[in-house]
């Protein structure tokens, strides 16, 4: 990365917890049936991906169970189908606990928490907000694949910006590009325009969130997801239309189709990779 563009980053924070407030969406899918309409549990979730724990909270009903399995399983199947990967990516590697209806706050309707390496949707409030937190935990635990003796909790996206000791691996040069089409411009010397208008929006609310690199990336992942051929508001929602959006806070015409690109082209070699090997 340049040293000019550097500068524009200095400063950033580390922030442990990440949270997404929105409104819950549960229709709009068009993808292939992974289940052929037979009713899966949150334990068919979890021996089919393979997480550490799945967690229901107390106040989750019987009947919210079976629905939000239902939704969980084709969201995570979608996911899978649209990185080209398999189970073990989603779960990475069985590394990654999954809470629904647990904890929680006024407001926060999903987060991740890089200290238990656990991705939670509240009960009434998570739908869409599966892509961004589930890049957020990709973002953790990618950290010391692609950069050596990485300090504890940190996200490769931030990591990127101070250091050039990434370990050599053609994976590894890929997920830079990535990194370098969200968070630079096209002359790979200057901010890109999503963390431009990113950083005016913290400054008009006074906080510093939006332009923090995870939470750029994980934006950019959304507009990706969203813009691939399998739909699922479930699983991601409102990177074209939304307040947010109409804030110039997700990817944008050219720079959104470099992202795409990086994107696709990383965790397509990615996919191919996990098919090859043992999980």
Not at 118 to 131: D, Y
Not at 192 to 212: C, T, W
Not at 249 to 277: C, M, V, W
Request: proline share 5%; glycine share 8%; hydrophobic share 35%.
């Amino acid at each position: 990365m340049d040293r000019t563009a550097r500068r524009y980053y200095i400063g950033i924070t580390s922030v442990s917890r990440r949270c997404e407030n929105r409104r819950p969406e549960t229709g709009s899918r068009t993808g292939p049936d992974h289940r052929a309409g037979a009713p899966v549990s949150f334990l068919d979730v979890r021996r089919r991906f393979q997480f550490r724990s799945v967690e229901i909270g107390r106040w989750v009903t019987e009947p919210e169970k079976q629905r939000s399995a239902a939704l969980f399983y084709d969201a995570l199947c979608d996911l899978m189908t649209i990185l080209g990967g398999t189970e073990s990516l989603v779960s990475l590697r069985g590394t990654l606990a999954l809470q629904y209806g647990i904890g929680g706050r006024p407001g926060v309707s999903a987060h991740y928490t890089p200290a238990t390496r656990s991705f939670a949707l509240a009960k009434n409030a998570g739908p869409g907000s599966i892509a961004h937190e589930w890049f957020h935990a990709f973002d953790h635990y990618i950290g010391d694949k692609l950069f050596p003796n990485i300090p504890r909790g940190q996200f490769a996206s931030r990591q990127w910006l101070t250091r050039q000791d990434a370990i050599q691996h053609p994976l590894n040069q890929r997920l830079q590009a990535c990194y370098q089409a969200i968070l630079l411009d096209d002359t790979g010397q200057n901010p890109s325009p999503l963390f431009r208008n990113s950083a005016k929006a913290d400054k008009a609310a006074g906080v510093h969130y939006y332009s923090q690199p995870e939470e750029l990336c994980a934006r950019a992942f959304e507009a990706f997801i969203q813009d691939a051929a399998v739909k699922n508001a479930f699983l991601v929602k409102g990177t074209k239309e939304s307040e947010e959006a109409r804030l110039g806070l997700y990817p944008q015409g050219e720079q959104r189709d470099r992202i795409n690109a990086a994107f696709r082209t990383y965790f397509h070699s990615l996919g191919r990779a996990l098919q090859q090997k043992p999980a």
